[in-house]
Structures are given as structure tokens and as C-alpha cells.
């Protein structure tokens, strides 16, 4: 297998999220402080699961693979740019989140690396996309432009380019294919286009 192969699932899936009332609300500053309480809630517990299935990632990894700087990342001034009210800090985690982490969690523990890092690729990369499709339409100065800068940072966008030169390296050296890595990637695109889906409160 190749990367070239998950392409059309990324462009399909992308091409959805891309629709998504709040993915066009960042852009037009049309979301309500329900909806960005929410969205925000939700992601704060996420990204704090997921970086650190990302380090137990990293550690799968052979050693010449691995990233120095795992933990640099903080998406809280993502979540700040988009103006949560102090009310989000009540909010429950939502039954799509914990199916979404279960997905990615089930996939770390089979601690084939291969898996982890294309379970954990469309969570990187379609924030990277959003950004960047978003900044290319014109973003309004509406303060939503924070989360738009943070995810096209180049900070942000190393980590996406890491995580494909990293797969296709670990797609060269696999002998046999005993995973079905296109479904494993595709379920994670998923449950990115049910987060955002959820977030319309
Ligand atoms: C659900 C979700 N997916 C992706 C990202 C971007 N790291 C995020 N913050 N939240």
C-alpha cells in the first residue's frame, strides 16, 4: 500500500467536513457560544487523550523515526479563539468523543505502528486542511482567525508532514499487508466529520 491509495478517502471525506455549518461558521463567525461551548468541551478532552496516544505512538516507532518534540504542541489557544464561556467547563463528554477515542485507543493497542500513526493522521492532517482551505476563502477578523493561524502554523503543518513521511517509510518497509490500514484511516475520517457534526448544538 501507498499513501496515494488513501487520497480518495481523504478527498471525499475532506470535501464533507469542508460543508460542515461550524467548519463555515470559523469563517463567517456565524456559530453560536452554545455550539462553540460545546465544540470546545469536547476538544479539550480530546486533544489531551490524544497527545498522549500520540507519544505512546512515537515510542512504537524505530528509533530513527521517532519525533523529538512530541509535546510541544497547545491547541488551548485554538480553543481561546473561539471564545468559550466559562460554561463549557460543564459540559459532559459527548458519546461521539469517547467512540472516537475508543477507535484511536483500540488501534494504539495493537502497538503496530502503522496503524497508530494512520488511526492518529486524520486528526492532524484535517485540521492542517481546514485551516489552510478556510485562510484561502478569506477568513473575517472576527476573532476565529486565532484557531485559523494556529492549525496553518508551521509548527502545526511539520507535524502532518512528519507523520506522512513517516507512513510512507513504514509502508516501504512492510513485507505483508495484515491490517486493513485503509479502513483504520477511514474510520478516524469518520469520527472527525461526526465531531464536527456534534458541535452544531
Ligand atoms: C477532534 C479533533 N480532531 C483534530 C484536532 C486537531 N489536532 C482536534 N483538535 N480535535
Not at 463567525?29 to 500520540?54: C, E, N, P, T, W
Amino acid at each position: 500500500m501507498t499513501r496515494e491509495e488513501l487520497m480518495p478517502i481523504r478527498d471525499h471525506m475532506m470535501a464533507a467536513i469542508m460543508q460542515e455549518p461550524f467548519v463555515q461558521g470559523i469563517r463567517n463567525g456565524k456559530i453560536s457560544q452554545a455550539s462553540r461551548d460545546y465544540y470546545v468541551a469536547q476538544d479539550h478532552y480530546y486533544v489531551d487523550v490524544f497527545m498522549r496516544l500520540l507519544d505512546q505512538t512515537n515510542v512504537q516507532l524505530p528509533l530513527e523515526l521517532r519525533r523529538k518534540e512530541m509535546t510541544a504542541s497547545n491547541e488551548s489557544d485554538a480553543h481561546l479563539g473561539l471564545a468559550p464561556s466559562e460554561q463549557y467547563q460543564q459540559i459532559a463528554v459527548g458519546e461521539h468523543n469517547t467512540s472516537y477515542l475508543n477507535h484511536l485507543r483500540a488501534t494504539v493497542a495493537q502497538g503496530d505502528p502503522l496503524a497508530s500513526m494512520l488511526a492518529l493522521l486524520p486528526c492532524t492532517e484535517s485540521y492542517g486542511l481546514i485551516a489552510q482551505d478556510l485562510q484561502q476563502q478569506g477568513v473575517a477578523s472576527n476573532g476565529f482567525n486565532v484557531w485559523v493561524d494556529y492549525y496553518t502554523n508551521q509548527a502545526y503543518q511539520s507535524v502532518i508532514d512528519w507523520s506522512w513521511r513517516t507512513v510512507d517509510q513504514l509502508f516501504a518497509q512492510k513485507q505483508s499487508a495484515p491490517a486493513d490500514y485503509a479502513s483504520i484511516y477511514e474510520t478516524s475520517y469518520q469520527h472527525e466529520l461526526a465531531f464536527w457534526q456534534a458541535a452544531n448544538q
